[in-house]
């Protein structure tokens, strides 16, 4: 199990994922700009443990991803992807230090979302 969160705290989840993690580093506009990096995981396995009245949500483009952001410090943390819908993506860079051995970066050309989403699986 990992945790992680918000910067300022008011945030706060865990997930059950592997000490070895795999994850992606999309380019798309939003990603690049905040360095996002991509821990997709089914919501079965994701519990929001405090901070849902601390969370905005934003959405653009085609409206499917659902963005979370705290209300406070601005870190999105999770979010609703528009590649996996019914899944989770964790910022694998807000997961509390400890409980990661190892982590796995692939490249994703998010920027080119629509050529790219079938390399997804």
């Known amino acids: 199990m990992h945790r992680g969160g918000c910067h300022c705290g ?3 989840f865990a ?3 592997p000490a070895t993690i795999e994850v992606l580093d999309c380019n798309c506009s939003i990603c690049r700009m905040t360095g996002y990096l ?3 995981v089914p919501q ?3 519990r929001l443990l ?3 009245e601390h969370l905005s949500e934003y959405r653009f483009g085609t409206g499917v991803a659902r963005h979370f952001y705290c209300r406070h410090c601005g870190i999105k943390s999770f979010y609703v992807p528009r590649s996996h819908p019914d899944q989770i993506s964790i910022h694998a860079r807000c997961l509390q230090p400890g409980t990661v051995v190892a982590m796995q970066i692939t490249a994703f050309d998010g920027a080119d979302w629509e050529r790219a989403r079938s390399d997804l699986g």
């Open 44 to 46: 079965s396995q994701f």
């Open 15 to 17: 997930i059950d994922a």
């Open 10 to 12: 008011r945030v706060s």
């Open 38 to 40: 991509h821990l997709i």
């Open 50 to 52: 405090s901070g849902a």
